[in-house]
């Protein structure tokens, strides 16, 4: 009686992580049952790692990745200028926990994409709270934010998140309240949140793609002077492989 009170109270508690683990231990034979001082940490530890799991879950589902990526999935090597060293560092959260910033670019199809998908998953597995944006999505959700008066409160939700992707950058033209909104992004994360961009134009054409030259100074200052590069090279996976994308 006192077994399953205890474990009705832990889900009313929603405590379901240390009910699950409560209720095997409870299937074990009496002589390998745990007790006492093991058994409570046997319960924190699973109701630890089952809140984990679930803020992942959570976490991977908000972000809304473009491409299911995982770290292994990644290919290294010399060609690609991706050395397996350079990966397991960006694989490290310190630099995002620094708010320090990523730039993937190199040519369509060469993977720039899923890299930065993998990333943002793995983001998501550390308990850090991930987004990612194509920028015509980007500029979609600014003129449905400025249009409904909302502005604020969008901008306070990107600010939340630890990590920030903006996909396919610099493949059209931006307006000048992007632009704005860009660097207004930029500087609610600067030195507190990372942001990832990946790019077909390399970082030294990008302030001529801003077409702004106060603009453009004032969001590169944020943006490149504090990140890691990542300058892909090779011939377009999709050659060989439809899973991966620019």
């Not at 699950?20 to 002589?31: C, E, G, T």
């Not at 803020?55 to 491409?67: C, G, H, N």
């Not at 369509?108 to 890299?115: A, D, E, V, W």
């Not at 106060?214 to 050659?239: N, Q, W």
């Amino acid at each position: 009686m006192m077994t399953n009170a205890s474990l009705t109270l832990m889900r009313e508690l929603k405590l379901a992580g240390m009910a699950d683990a409560y209720q095997a231990v409870l299937q074990l034979p009496i002589n390998k049952q745990l007790q006492g001082d093991e058994l409570v940490a046997r319960l924190i530890d699973a109701e630890q790692q089952h809140r984990q799991a679930k803020r992942m879950k959570m976490y991977t589902r908000l972000s809304k990745l473009r491409y299911q990526a995982n770290i292994q999935d990644i290919q290294c090597s010399e060609h690609r200028n991706l050395p397996r060293a350079a990966l397991a560092k960006l694989s490290e959260r310190a630099w995002i926990e620094r708010g320090e910033n990523l730039l993937i670019t190199g040519p369509t199809g060469c993977g720039k994409s899923f890299l930065a998908c993998a990333l943002g998953h793995h983001a998501c597995s550390l308990g850090l709270r991930t987004l990612y944006f194509n920028m015509n999505r980007l500029c979609e959700e600014i003129t449905l934010a400025q249009a409904d008066g909302s502005t604020i409160k969008w901008l306070n939700r990107l600010k939340k998140a630890r990590l920030i992707i903006l996909d396919d950058f610099g493949l059209q033209p931006i307006s000048h309240k992007v632009k704005l909104l860009l660097l207004q992004i930029l500087e609610d994360r600067y030195e507190h949140s990372a942001t990832l961009i990946c790019s077909q134009l390399p970082v030294a054409k990008w302030h001529e793609y801003f077409d702004e030259p106060t603009i453009a100074d004032a969001i590169l200052d944020r943006l490149v002077h504090r990140a890691h590069r990542v300058e892909l090279r090779g011939e377009s996976l999709r050659k060989s492989t439809n899973n991966l994308s620019s």
